[in-house]
């Protein structure tokens, strides 16, 4: 894909795909996550991999679209259904408006302040500083638990135990009260949601929030990639590590990961992988400790398919962390790579 330089010529599959690369692999990575249509997962994927450059201006066009949603919850706040309804057929035509309008009114009563949870908790942290606490519990009380955690977290400690007392202590709130203090700071903090990006997409943004991804999520899209498009799929393989890549370690990187696991987490991970995989862990631990391992394997019987990928998960961001301290070398894909003593 050349660089993009109109945004009323992409598809909504290629906007998607460059917001989720302008929010950066951690939260697109959430967010794919959060698609249950593993077809929509799996096309969004192959427009990063194919995306280029997408110029500044296009990309505020399309966070302006997008933005626009949040905007329209207003217009039901203050005009009515019929008003929003009459503005959104305005700006996107009958069809898109019913589509955006249906979305909007079976979230905006359960869900306000959903303009943050697509902002960075540390820069919502910084701002949210000089508000009132009680302010700042009201927004919490409503956000994501994983993004309300990572804004509680970056608050200054004095603040953090009083937002904290005044979420449980919380009670009803008027909707009243909620939906206009909501206008206010959609307002007042929108630059947080609009920032100015310049994008660079391809095969590596792919590879970084796969990185981050789920196994599931992670396994469909390679396993897609790999049918219809081999080439890309070893591409981005290459720039990645998964969970089976350990076979790829050396001995010395595969026995300083194992100090960093314990032993229930790795027999978890190992469940149903390839004998390969399990015996390159194997050979790299005492005669004992293997024997130990392979009785507390057989010992779990089955297990959910979804507790083996969170362990596996969990073991390939120790070696990534290890990795970037420089204590280990990966070799991604199979790559030889000569050491030298």
């Not at 302008?22 to 967010?31: F, H, L, N, V, Y």
């Not at 069809?95 to 919502?124: C, G, H, K, W, Y």
């Not at 590879?207 to 991804?213: M, Q, V, W």
């Not at 009785?295 to 083996?308: K, L, N, Q």
């Amino acid at each position: 894909m050349a660089e993009v330089t109109n945004a009323n010529l992409m598809s909504k599959q290629q906007k998607v795909a460059a917001l989720l690369i302008a929010m950066g692999p951690e939260k697109a990575s959430e967010i794919l996550r959060s698609i249950p249509d593993e077809g929509e997962v799996e096309a969004i994927a192959m427009e990063i991999a194919s995306m280029n450059k997408v110029s500044p201006e296009v990309v505020n066009a399309i966070m302006e679209e997008f933005y626009s949603l949040f905007q329209a919850t207003g217009y039901i706040s203050t005009g009515g259904v019929n008003y929003a309804k009459q503005l959104l057929k305005n700006a996107y035509g009958d069809n898109e408006a019913d589509n955006i309008l249906e979305r909007l009114v079976s979230t905006m009563q359960t869900n306000p302040f959903q303009f943050f949870n697509n902002a960075d908790p540390q820069q919502l942290a910084t701002s949210f500083q000089n508000e009132n606490p009680q302010l700042i519990s009201l927004i919490l009380a409503y956000l994501k638990p994983d993004v309300s955690a990572a804004i509680l977290g970056n608050l200054n400690p004095d603040i953090q135990l009083d937002v904290a007392t005044r979420i449980a202590k919380m009670d009803r709130t008027n909707p009243e009260v909620l939906r206009e203090v909501e206008r206010i700071l959609e307002g007042k903090f929108s630059s947080l949601m609009a920032a100015d990006f310049t994008l660079a997409g391809g095969v590596e943004a792919l590879a970084e929030i796969l990185n981050r991804s789920d196994r599931t999520t992670e396994k469909g899209i390679l396993d897609h990639f790999e049918v219809s498009d081999p080439e890309m799929s070893e591409e981005v393989r290459n720039l990645m590590f998964v969970f089976e890549d350990i076979i790829y370690l050396d001995d010395r990187s595969i026995q300083r990961v194992l100090r960093e696991v314990e032993t229930k987490d790795l027999g978890m991970s190992l469940k149903g992988v390839d004998s390969t995989v399990q015996d390159k862990v194997l050979k790299n631990m005492s005669e004992r400790a293997a024997e130990m391992l392979m009785e507390d394997m057989e010992f779990m019987g089955p297990v959910r398919s979804r507790d083996v990928q969170e362990k596996q998960s969990f073991i390939v961001g120790i070696i990534r962390a290890l990795e970037a301290s420089g204590e280990i070398t990966v070799a991604r894909g199979g790559e030889d790579d000569e050491l030298i003593e």
